[in-house]
């Protein structure tokens, strides 16, 4: 079961520290600014742990001791100038840090919340243990017309073809254009799950997907560039989450910025494909990206895909991974011809052109998403090992 991490508080300058901390041990948290909104997205069924920072709008105390009655797979952390360690270790606090925050303090916090909910884990009965947990994979460059969309739409239909469920997230809410990638035409967009679902706190999401013939299910951008401003980043969080119990994989499709929802996406991620290209201005962006994510302890979960990869001069794939720092994860050979027609058809190049390289380079992107890679090596290894035994 996995773990979650929040922060609770409403002054969120005073507790960043807590969330640097976190993100420096490769955790994803996520912060909270009211007492209703953190309460919508904590479950009894989910392991939790919870920094309660005091507010002027809630009792730290009152409220950690309804958390720990109704939600008891939490450890929670208690910030405070004034404690009170009688009362905090009465309403179930597993720890308490005080004003103004020291890293060392918070390391020993999360070390000792992690240890008891581990405990508590161990002694919950099997069936309570497995819990379906999709992993989330965002497609991000700061750099428009690097390919995000053609990449995300073809990664979905190709992990679909190993009979995965995939979702695929819009989440360039203006100009978003993974429907027409897939020639869908949704009867519902995230801006009708939030104004029917989330804000009425109802659970449904399924019913909001627009299924495309491979099998990949979409949560289409909103119709109208301007409904984009209702999205929040604390609503993406909560789509996540609800994805994650229903898919094996969420493909997120972003815009070309770090703006909020597009932060938390790369938050929660499993992995995050960062796209470049051979040319100068999108390789500076794509450094800036990464320097960004290092700075939110984001940059273990990096993985750069070079998309177009051809040789030219003045640039190869040597200075590129020089300039960013940082290794090339995997190479998208440039085929203009094939995504130009599989885009204007509506038909991903994993399906319209399945033997192209193009379509081998995808195929190969999602087989070490699903750890294929790893087993056709254990395979070759046996068959090695075999052969010299029959000489």
């Not at 289409?220 to 209702?230: H, M, Q």
């Not at 996540?240 to 997120?252: P, T, W």
Request: charged content about 30%; hydrophobic content about 35%.
């Amino acid at each position: 079961m996995k773990v979650k991490w929040h922060v609770l508080s409403e002054k969120e300058s005073e507790i960043e520290p807590v969330k640097v901390q976190v993100r420096k041990t490769g955790r994803s948290v996520k912060y909270f600014s009211t007492e209703k909104n953190f309460k919508r997205q904590i479950h009894a069924d989910e392991a939790a742990v919870i920094f309660l920072h005091e507010g002027f709008s809630y009792d730290v105390y009152d409220l950690c001791g309804e958390l720990s009655y109704k939600y008891p797979l939490t450890a929670i952390v208690l910030i405070t100038d004034d404690i009170d360690y009688r009362k905090a270790m009465y309403v179930g606090a597993v720890d308490t840090i005080s004003l103004p925050l020291q890293d060392e303090d918070i390391r020993q916090a999360m070390d000792k919340a992690t240890s008891v909910l581990e405990y508590k884990m161990e002694n919950l009965p099997e069936e309570e243990k497995e819990e379906k947990e999709g992993k989330i994979v965002t497609v991000c460059s700061t750099k428009g017309g690097v390919g995000k969309t053609t990449i995300s739409v073809n990664l979905a239909v190709s992990l679909a073809k190993e009979e995965k469920s995939v979702a695929i997230v819009d989440l360039d809410l203006q100009f978003g254009d993974v429907s027409i990638s897939l020639d869908v035409q949704p009867k519902k967009t995230i801006y009708d799950w939030i104004k029917e679902v989330y804000e009425t706190e109802r659970q449904e999401v399924l019913s909001y997907m627009t299924k495309h013939s491979s099998g990949v299910e979409v949560m289409p951008a909103p119709t109208l560039p301007e409904f984009a401003d209702i999205v929040t980043g604390e609503i993406v969080s909560h789509l996540l989450e609800r994805l994650q119990k229903e898919y094996d994989f969420i493909i997120i499709d972003t815009p070309p910025a770090l703006i909020e929802t597009t932060l938390v996406a790369l938050e929660q991620s499993d992995e995050i494909f960062l796209i470049t290209s051979m040319d100068l201005p999108t390789i500076k962006n794509g450094k800036l990206a990464i320097d960004t994510l290092d700075l939110l302890g984001l940059k273990g979960r990096i993985k750069v895909v070079l998309n177009r990869d051809a040789e030219m001069e003045g640039m190869n794939r040597g200075t590129v991974e020089n300039i960013l720092g940082m290794s090339i994860y995997s190479r998208i050979p440039s085929d203009y011809k094939v995504v130009v027609s599989s885009l204007n058809q509506g038909n991903p190049f994993v399906i319209a052109h399945p033997r192209s390289s193009l379509s081998k380079s995808i195929e190969e992107l999602s087989n070490k998403l699903t750890d294929k890679d790893d087993e056709k090596e254990n395979k070759k290894g046996l068959f090695k090992r075999l052969f010299k035994k029959s000489k």
